[in-house]
């Protein structure tokens, strides 16, 4: 316990620490057929500049999947879970949720994870 009581992992000879306090999202997003690119222009218009913007966003990754022409894979790294937080009950999101609702074939495959190890 280092810093106020936080817990903390060391590995390794390049001793590196990664407080566990930090939260990851997969998400997993099934598009209509031929709607990608609009959850994509969706998404660009809400969430891109709000995380570009939000320091608690630590990585965003963006990707398409490579074998499946609907599919949308995200991952995301946040400072805290209460950063994750907030930045889901933002005003703007319930508008997101609704104009990105057209597109999504179901609703999306959202797995938390909580950070051990990352590579600098």
């Not at 590196?16 to 999202?25: D, G, P, Q, V, Y």
């Not at 990754?61 to 946040?78: E, P, R, T």
């Not at 597109?103 to 990352?118: E, R």
Request: aromatic share 16%.
């Amino acid at each position: 316990m280092l810093n106020g009581g936080e817990p903390f992992l060391i590995f390794g000879a390049m001793t590196r620490m990664i407080w566990m306090s930090k939260t990851a999202l997969f998400i997993r997003h099934q598009a209509k057929p031929g709607k990608r690119n609009d959850i994509r222009r969706v998404w660009e218009k809400y969430v891109k500049p709000r995380a570009s913007a939000n320091p608690a966003h630590e990585a965003y990754y963006f990707c398409y999947d490579s074998k499946d022409a609907d599919v949308i894979c995200v991952f995301q790294l946040y400072s805290s879970e209460g950063d994750m937080q907030n930045f889901l009950q933002g005003a703007w999101y319930a508008d997101y949720l609704k104009e990105v609702g057209e597109f999504v074939a179901i609703p999306p495959q959202i797995t938390p994870a909580g950070l051990v190890w990352a590579k600098d």
